[in-house]
Structures are given as C-alpha cells and as structure tokens.
C-alpha cells in the first residue's frame, strides 16, 4: 500500500489544483458516520465524490472533521512512549494545515481514477490482515483501541492502492493519526527498558562494524506455522535482539512481519545465543537485528 499522506510532511501528491486555503463561506457540517467499515467507507466515498464535482467546501468540511482535538494526549493514551520521538509533537505544529493537505491528496486520488474504496478495521492485538509493517503498530497499542486504514482502488481487482492509514473513532467521528511507524518496533519478549535498568550504563552495543557477533546456537531453527503453509504465506520477520552479557536473549522487539509467521520467529531466536562479546576486557549487551525467513521453496 502507498501512503500519501503522513502528518510528519511527507506528502506525495501535488498539482491538485485546490487553493491552499478553505473558501471562505462557512463550511457545512459533516454528518455522524457510525464507527463501522461500512461509516469509514461511506465518509470516504462522499469526499471522494465530492472531490470529483469539485465541491471544495464538502471536502475541507470533512478534512477538517479528521484532526485530531488534542493529538498529544490522544498519542499518549495509545502508544506511551513507543512513538518515534517527537511524533505527537509535529503532529500538533502541522496540525492547523493537516487537512488542508489531506484535502488536496484526497482531491489528487479522485482525479487519478481512483474509486474503489476497502477499509480496513482492526480490533485484535495482531491481524491476519494487516501488512507485515502494521503489526508492531497494533502490537503497541496500550489498550484495544480499534484502528482503520483505507485503501483506493481503480479497479477492484487491482493490487496496488492509494492508501492513508490510520483512523480512529473518537468523539463521534473519524480522526486521522497518520502513517504511524515504530522506528524501534514493539515488545514481543522481554523488556529494553528494564534490561537497561539493570545493567551498567554505556555497556550496551549495537552489533555491526567492528562489534560483529557470533552465535554459538541458532538451534532450534523456526517451525514454518501450518496456518501459513496452508495459506502459502512466506515473508520476511525481522527482529530487534538484546543479548545479555552471557550471550543469552533477554528481550526481542518486532520491527515488521506477519503475524502468523513473527511468533514461530520468536518461538525460536528465544531459545538462540551468542559468545559473549567484551569490550576493554568487560562484558557489554549487544543489541542484534535480525531476519528470518520464511520460503515456501525452501521448507
């Protein structure tokens, strides 16, 4: 899915043609839309609609109805501290243009032949249906808070998307988040933080360079899970390691991955370890990024 929209001013469509302001008549107010697929479909199908009539006032309505009311608060009660930092932040500063731009990317969608609306809605902690760079997300979720994202389509058959992610429902409408991503991944197993509380301060490394790791073990190998097989799902699970100073696992972070494929990938690099690594004679923890590879051909 190509996102073309993400609140930190990544915004890919341009040559829409909008003003860079609302009209300045009042806009009309947006209608309540039921916290559903079916709500965000029907939110979603009217700006479009609108965008093709070149109806500006229905589309900065709605845009603006998208912003969040209080984004750092918001940010906090659904991720604490696993943002990238600095996100609710930038969030805020760009907020009074944020649906502004959003107006003029729906708008370039629109024009672009892009009609065919999916939704999709996501309660449980990980998702069958979420692309492998969405899991951590919904992972990090603090509470079960449901999120959305929306894909475009010109044809319904197609595999390529216009796409904006994600949305939440609170106080009666849709809210727009952004293109969230979690530079450090989720918690899957163990804590950094609390490993770090215990060790000594400076004493952790990141593996590369001149601090290569060796791994006594890689035993067992994953366990391809049935569930993927039968579905002929293979991917890619990359993982963030922290290896203790005995060279034991002591916390693993899921920076991307499917997730009927991450926990088979956890399951085994738990139980894997490395020869120790010193650093001016004393024993220091490695931080270790990791893939592992699920491949049909080569099960």
């Known amino acids: 899915m190509r996102c073309v929209s993400a609140v930190l001013g990544l915004f890919v469509l341009a ?63 659904l991720f604490g501290d696993a943002l990238q930092e600095g996100y609710a932040e930038r969030y805020a500063e760009r907020r009074a243009a944020l649906y502004l731009v959003l107006a003029r990317d729906l708008t370039g969608i629109a024009k672009a032949g892009f009609a065919h609306i999916r939704v999709g809605r996501y309660e449980e902690g990980c998702s069958p249906l979420a692309d492998e760079d969405q899991v951590p997300v919904l992972l990090a979720r603090r509470r079960p808070v449901v999120l959305y994202d929306v894909r475009v389509l010109r044809k319904k058959e197609d595999k390529s998307a216009a796409g904006l992610r994600y949305f939440l429902y609170q106080d009666g409408g849709f809210r727009y988040l952004g293109n969230i991503t979690l530079e450090q991944g989720a918690p899957v197993f163990g804590s950094f933080e609390e490993a770090a509380a215990g060790s000594t301060p400076g004493k952790r490394l990141r593996a590369g360079g001149e601090h290569a790791v060796k791994f006594r073990s890689k035993n067992p190998p994953p366990t391809y899970p049935q569930q993927a097989r039968d579905a002929n799902l293979q991917g890619r ?61 080569s099960s």
């Open 237 to 297: 699970v990359r993982l963030l390691i922290l290896f203790g100073t005995d060279g034991a696992v002591k916390a693993v972070r899921l920076l991307s991955g499917h997730c009927w494929l991450f926990p088979a990938a956890l399951d085994a690099v738990r139980q894997w370890n490395i020869e120790p690594v010193q650093v001016n004679g004393e024993a220091v923890e490695v931080v270790v990024p990791l893939e592992v590879t699920f491949a049909l051909s």
């Open 15 to 77: 040559g829409a043609g909008w003003a860079q302001a609302p009209p300045a008549q009042p806009l009309p107010a947006v209608p309540r839309y039921e916290d559903s697929v079916e709500g965000l479909e029907k939110f979603m199908r009217t700006v479009l609609e609108a965008a093709q009539k070149g109806d500006e006032r229905l589309v900065y309505a709605h845009t603006r109805s998208l912003l969040l009311p209080n984004p750092r608060e918001a940010f906090a009660e």
